[in-house]
């Protein structure tokens, strides 16, 4: 499928916040996922490692660690994912701090590729203390990332970086971002997901905290919500209800690992509760 521009999707995206519509986005580690939530009305698809290692049963933080190259691997799931999405975005999750890529050129292939936008994924915002300041300190810092969101707006691609506080938010939207992931941790819940998690409403505070640092650069910034506790339908639901800064909501987990978790267990279940009387 040929890259969507993205004035296109952005003119989609403004009407549905005007008709009360939230915008629902979903990462997708397998064809089979991305073609299930293509029928299913979502509005934009994201592929990136960790979506690679979640769905072969590992937990979603394996993509922050070096167990393969993460801009190789979005790479390797273009040819699995682009061909079998006919009309929803497919967005590319890039390792904007990867110190063995020509990012101007590396992004050009991506949009050349059939990629309509980008996500900054892996992401150094999801680590703090010391080991944050040692990334920051060494010429692999949250700037990186930044800069590779302005490289993908100066090619017309659409840019959803994930930002972890109102600083994060403000540069995105200084960089050029058009839409603003507020990221509250891993997600939680199912056999391999994150077990403590921030409450829901204390995400309310932070997704509008967020928003507030957004709009302060740029009015018309798009704002979704992502991770934490906000893992099922219900959560989204409260988020929305109660945060009029935030159009929609990203899931990654809840969106494939989550309910394949579940499907799968209860049809073997289901199976295995059939019972063969004698003589049958």
């Known amino acids: 499928m040929p890259s969507i521009p993205r004035k296109t999707i952005l003119e989609k995206f403004r009407g549905m916040i005007a008709r009360g519509e939230p915008i629902v986005g979903g990462g997708a580690g397998t064809g089979l996922s991305a073609k299930s939530e ?15 290692y979640r769905m072969a049963g590992r937990g979603s933080a394996a993509g922050l660690l070096a167990y393969g190259n993460a801009n190789a691997i979005v790479r390797e799931m273009a040819v699995e994912v682009l061909p079998v999405v006919r009309k929803t975005p497919v967005l590319a999750g ?39 300041q040692s990334f920051e300190e060494t ?40 839409i603003i992931v507020a990221h509250m941790g891993v997600t939680t819940g199912g056999s391999i997901g994150a077990t403590s998690a921030k409450t829901l409403d204390v ?60 499907a799968i267990r209860d049809q073997t279940k289901s199976f295995k509760a059939l019972v063969r009387r004698p003589g049958e």
Request: proline fraction near 5%; aromatic fraction near 8%.
């Open 94 to 132: 890039v390792n904007g701090t990867d110190p063995f890529v020509l990012m101007p050129q590396f992004l050009a292939e991506l949009k050349a590729m059939g990629f309509s936008g980008v996500q900054n994924f892996p992401t150094i915002g999801l680590f703090d203390g010391v080991m944050r």
């Open 38 to 52: 293509e029928a299913g009305g979502i509005d934009l698809i994201i592929i990136y490692n960790s979506g690679r």
């Open 203 to 262: 995400c309310v505070e932070e997704i509008e905290s967020i928003a507030a640092a957004a709009r302060s650069v740029r009015d018309d910034v798009i704002v979704l919500c992502h991770g934490g506790p906000i893992s099922m339908p219900d959560d989204a639901r409260y988020i929305l209800k109660n945060c009029p800064g935030c159009h929609g909501f990203y899931g990654a987990s809840s969106m494939e690992r989550l309910p394949a978790e579940s």
């Open 139 to 178: 010429g692999m810092s949250y700037g990186l990332e930044v800069d590779m969101i302005a490289e993908a707006h100066k090619l017309d691609l659409l840019t959803t970086p994930y930002v972890f506080n109102g600083e994060e938010a403000r540069a995105m939207t200084s960089a050029g971002a058009d």
